[in-house]
C-alpha cells in the first residue's frame, strides 16, 4: 500500500514512487506534515513545530492547553475564523449567517484504485492497481457540514489527486460560498511560481514570479478555462531548472472559472490552492444532497521542469483521456478554414480534397460555414441542419465524397452557441444565458446557450446525433469562440443563480459524456477559439485540443512549449498554414512551418492547390515524414533542450529545441528553431537526452525540398548532406549524442530549422 496510517502517531504517510506527502491529525485536526522527497523512516521530529505564537486566536478547546496557533501551522483543508487568517479552503454559510466554522476528524478509508467523481470529469485508473486512495471524513461540530477529503496516490508516478466532497447532514440549507479542490502549506517561500498566460493566439507563454509575502494567483471569471490563464501552476524550487531540482505541479480537472493561488504568510509558510473560482458562485445545499470539487492533479520532480511535464503526460495519455483513440496515432488533417473560410461549395470541397489525398493526407476537416444559413459570423448557431444553397447535396455526398478519396471525414460544430439570427432563438429565447430583464452581450455576434438547463443539452444531444448518425463523421471539431459573460438562467430561482457558471460545466460535460457514449469511434477535436479552453477537463472527453488560432511557426514556439508543461503532444493539435500568415502576416519557409507543427497532432489548414509543384512535393515529404515519425512525437518522452529563456550567455542563439523519444528508447525525432538569425552566429551545442547510452543511433532529417532548391539558385552544387548536422545514416552512440552532443549551426538561408530522426540500429 502507498498509505499508510500509524494510529499510534496518528500520521498518515502518502507515498509516490519518488515522494512522500504527510498528513497528521492533532487534537482532531487535521494539519498538513510535509510533501518531500520519498522518505523511508519517518519520525516527525523534524515537523513545523506547532508554537504557541503571540497574538494568534486560539479555540477554546486548545486554549492554554497547548501551544497551537492556527494562524501559523501548516493544514490540509484550513477553515475560516477559528485563528487561521489566511485563505481558507471552504467558506460555507450556515445558520449562524458566518463563514464560520471547525472541521474536526471523524474517520478514514484506505482502499485500492479511484472512484469516479460525480458528473465531473478526472483522472482513472485503468486497473486497481495503478493507485491507493485514502477518504478522510471531517465533521463540523456546529453544523449540519461535514466534508471527505480525498487523495489518490498513484504507484508508479509522481502523482496525487485531490478533491474534496461537501455533504448536508441535517435541515438546514448551506450556503457553500467556496470549496477547494486542493490546498497545500509548504514550510518555506524560496519558489518561483510558474503560471501559464496569454490570450487569444498567444496561449499559455511561460511566466515566472518569485514568491513575495502576499497573495499571486491566477484566476479566470469568464466561465472558461479561457486564454488568459491556464488552470495550471508550479512551484519551482529556486535554482531549479529544466532538468534540476524540486518542482511541484498543480492542475485543476475544470473548464470553468478556477483560482490558482499561493498565498505566502508572515512567517514565510506558502500556501498553494486551487478550486473554483468563488466569483459569482454560490451553491445551496440541501439536506442530504452532496457537492463535489473538481479534481487537482498534484505532480512532484526532484528532477526540474521536464521531468514534472513527462509525468503530467503520461497520466493524461493513459489515465485522463479516454476513448477508442487514446492510444492511436491520429490522423494527418486538412482543415479548409483557412483555406475558404466561409466561402466554399462542394466543388471548391473536392478539389481541395483531391489534392490533399494525392498529398497523403488522411482526414479531411468541413469547419465552419456548412449548416443554417452560415455565410458569415453573425448568423445560424444553433440550427445544425446543412446549408443546402451552399451545399445542395447535403452532407452525405461530401462524405461519401471524401471517403470515396480514401479519407476520413470530419465536421466543425460549435454547439454551446446560438445565434439570434437563427431559427432555434427564434423559438426559443430563453435558452441563452441571460440576466432576466437586462439587454444581452453579444461576443462574435453570438449568446451562449444556457447549459444549465435538461431540456438545452437534451436538444442538443437529439440534434447532434442526428447529424452525425446521418452520415459516416469520424471526427468532430467541437468550437467555442466566445466566453459567457451574461451569466443567468431563466430556469433557476433568484437563490440559485450563482450556482449557473458551474451548472453551466455540469451540463456540457453530461452532453458530452452521452455523445462519447454513443459515438466511440468519433475522434473529438476540442477547441476555444484556438486554445481557450485547453485544460485537462476538456482531454477526458476529447483527447485533442487545437492549440491555438494563431499557426504561424514563430509565434507557435512559445505558445507550444508553454502547453507541454502540462499537456502531452498527442493532445496539441497543430497545423501548417499559408504565408503571409494570417494571424501575424510573418513569411517563414514551408520546411520551418512543417518541423514545428510536428511536435503535436499534425494537419494542415491552407489552399493546397494555390501552391506550387515544388510546395506540394514538399508537403508530400513532410506527410510521408511525419507518418514514420508520428508514434514518437505523440506518444514518445518529451525533453525541451532548448528555450529561449533558458539562454545564458551572450554566444548562444536564440534556439527553440525539442525531443521526443520513444519509451523503449528506439527513436527519437529532434527540431531545432532558430526565433531569428544574426550574422556570423556561434555554434550551438545541443546535448540530447533520453536515449540508451549503450546503443548506437543511425542519424536522418527532413531538410524541406523547397529549402533545398532554395540554396541550390544560389549554390549550385550544395550537397545533400548540408542540409543535415550530420551527414544522413551517420551512425552515433547515444552516450556521444547525450554526452558530447550535436554541433549546429543556424544556417538561416537554409530556413532556420532543423528536423532529424534518430532509429536505434
Ligand atoms: C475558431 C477556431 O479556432 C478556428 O479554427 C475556426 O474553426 C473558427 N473558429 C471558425 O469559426
Redesign the pocket.
Given at each position: 500500500m502507498a498509505i499508510t496510517f500509524d494510529d499510534e502517531k496518528k500520521i498518515f504517510l502518502l507515498h509516490t514512487p519518488h515522494s512522500t506527502y504527510v498528513i497528521r491529525i492533532f487534537e482532531g485536526r487535521v494539519l498538513h506534515g510535509g510533501w518531500v522527497k520519498r522518505i523511508k523512516n519517518y519520525s516527525g521530529a523534524c515537523a513545523m513545530p506547532l508554537i504557541d505564537r503571540a497574538f494568534a486566536a486560539v479555540p477554546e478547546d486548545l486554549h492554554g492547553k497547548c501551544d497551537f496557533s492556527p494562524d501559523t501551522v501548516q493544514w490540509e483543508y484550513p477553515v475560516a475564523l477559528r485563528g487561521d487568517t489566511r485563505s481558507p479552503a471552504i467558506e460555507v454559510i450556515g445558520n449562524g449567517g458566518t463563514v464560520e466554522c471547525e472541521l474536526l476528524y471523524e474517520a478514514h478509508r484506505i482502499y485500492k484504485g479511484k472512484k469516479a467523481l460525480v458528473g465531473l470529469p478526472a483522472t482513472y485508473t485503468n486497473t486497481d492497481d495503478e493507485a491507493d486512495t485514502l477518504e478522510i471524513d471531517l465533521y463540523d461540530p456546529n453544523s449540519a457540514l461535514k466534508v471527505t477529503l480525498f487523495y489518490t496516490v498513484w504507484n508508479t508516478l509522481d502523482v496525487i489527486c485531490r478533491h474534496s466532497v461537501l455533504k448536508n447532514s441535517a435541515k438546514d440549507v448551506l450556503d457553500v460560498r467556496s470549496a477547494m479542490s486542493a490546498s497545500v502549506d509548504f514550510p518555506h517561500a524560496r519558489f518561483s511560481m510558474l503560471q501559464l498566460s496569454g490570450a487569444h493566439a498567444r496561449e499559455r507563454h511561460v511566466i515566472m514570479r518569485e514568491l513575495v509575502p502576499g497573495m499571486q494567483k491566477v484566476e479566470s471569471r469568464r466561465t472558461a478555462s479561457s486564454h488568459q490563464q491556464n488552470p495550471f501552476i508550479a512551484l519551482v524550487e529556486q535554482g531549479a531548472t529544466e532538468t534540476h531540482g524540486d518542482v511541484f505541479g498543480f492542475n485543476l480537472v475544470y473548464s470553468g472559472n478556477f483560482t490558482a493561488q499561493t498565498e505566502v504568510d508572515q512567517y514565510g509558510v506558502s500556501r498553494v490552492q486551487l478550486g473554483i473560482n468563488p466569483f459569482n458562485f454560490s451553491w445551496k445545499l440541501a439536506e442530504g444532497e452532496s457537492f463535489t470539487t473538481p479534481e487537482t492533479v498534484m505532480v512532484y520532480s526532484q528532477n526540474g521542469l521536464g521531468e514534472m511535464s513527462r509525468i503530467y503526460h503520461d497520466l493524461y495519455r493513459s489515465n485522463l483521456c479516454r476513448g477508442e483513440w487514446r492510444d492511436k496515432v491520429r490522423p494527418i488533417v486538412i482543415?479548409n478554414?483557412e483555406a475558404t473560410y466561409f466561402n466554399f461549395n462542394s466543388e471548391k470541397l473536392f478539389a481541395l480534397a483531391d489534392t490533399a489525398a494525392a498529398e497523403g493526407i488522411e482526414l479531411f476537416v468541413l469547419?465552419?460555414g456548412w449548416f443554417g444559413k452560415r455565410n458569415n459570423?453573425w448568423t445560424s448557431l444553433g440550427d445544425w441542419d446543412v446549408f443546402t444553397e451552399k451545399l445542395p447535396n447535403g452532407l452525405s455526398e461530401i462524405s461519401e465524397g471524401i471517403h470515396a478519396r480514401g479519407m476520413l471525414f470530419g465536421l466543425?460544430f460549435?454547439p454551446e452557441m446560438i445565434s439570434p439570427d437563427s431559427n432555434l432563438y427564434r423559438a426559443h429565447p430563453d435558452w441563452c444565458l441571460h440576466c432576466t430583464e437586462r439587454s444581452r452581450t453579444l461576443g462574435r455576434h453570438q449568446l451562449v446557450l444556457d447549459m444549465s438547463r435538461k431540456d438545452v443539452v437534451d436538444y442538443l444531444f437529439e440534434k447532434l446525433s442526428a447529424v452525425l448518425s446521418s452520415c459516416k463523421i469520424d471526427y468532430v471539431?467541437w468550437?467555442f469562440?466566445r466566453s459567457p459573460s451574461d451569466v443567468g438562467s431563466a430556469l433557476l430561482p433568484v437563490e440559485k443563480q450563482q450556482e449557473v457558471s458551474h451548472r453551466f460545466y455540469l451540463g456540457l460535460y453530461d452532453l458530452l459524456e452521452r455523445l462519447n457514449k454513443k459515438f466511440p469511434h468519433i475522434l473529438f477535436e476540442s477547441?476555444?477559439?484556438?486554445g481557450g479552453r485547453f485544460d485537462p477537463a476538456m482531454l477526458y472527453y476529447m483527447p485533442q485540443t487545437?492549440t491555438s488560432?494563431n499557426t504561424d511557426g514563430l509565434s507557435r514556439l512559445a505558445i507550444q512549449e508553454g502547453t507541454s508543461i502540462a499537456y502531452p503532444a498527442s493532445a496539441m493539435s497543430c497545423h501548417v498554414s499559408a504565408v503571409p500568415n494570417h494571424q501575424v502576416g510573418r513569411v517563414t519557409s514551408l520546411s520551418l512551418r512543417g518541423h514545428v507543427a510536428m511536435a503535436g497532432t499534425f494537419g494542415y489548414e491552407l489552399d493546397l492547390n494555390k501552391l506550387s509543384d515544388l510546395e506540394k512535393a514538399e508537403i508530400k515529404e513532410q506527410v510521408a515524414w511525419y507518418k514514420d515519425i508520428r508514434h514518437t512525437a505523440e506518444f514518445g518522452d518529451l525533453y525541451r533542450l532548448r528555450s529561449p529563456r533558458s539562454c545564458t550567455a551572450f554566444s548562444e542563439s536564440p534556439l527553440f529545441a525539442w525531443e521526443s523519444v520513444e519509451k523503449d528508447k528506439s527513436k527519437a525525432v529532434v527540431t531545432a528553431v532558430w526565433s531569428f538569425s544574426e550574422a556570423n552566429e556561434s555554434y550551438d551545442i545541443l546535448k540530447l537526452e533520453g536515449l540508451d547510452e549503450n546503443a548506437n543511433y543511425k542519424i536522418k532529417s527532413l531538410a524541406g525540398l523547397s529549402i533545398k532548391m532554395l540554396v541550390r539558385q544560389f549554390f549550385p552544387s550544395a550537397p545533400d548532406s548540408e542540409f543535415c548536422v550530420v551527414a544522413d545514416d551517420t551512425v552515433i552512440s547515444g552516450e556521444e549524442l547525450m554526452n558530447i552532443g550535436l554541433c549546429i549551426i543556424n544556417r538561416t538561408n537554409y530556413g532556420g530549422s532543423l528536423h532529424f530522426k534518430l532509429e536505434r540500429v
Open positions: 482543415n478554414w469547419d465552419d459570423d466543425w460549435e471539431k468550437d469562440n477547441c476555444s477559439g484556438g487545437w488560432d
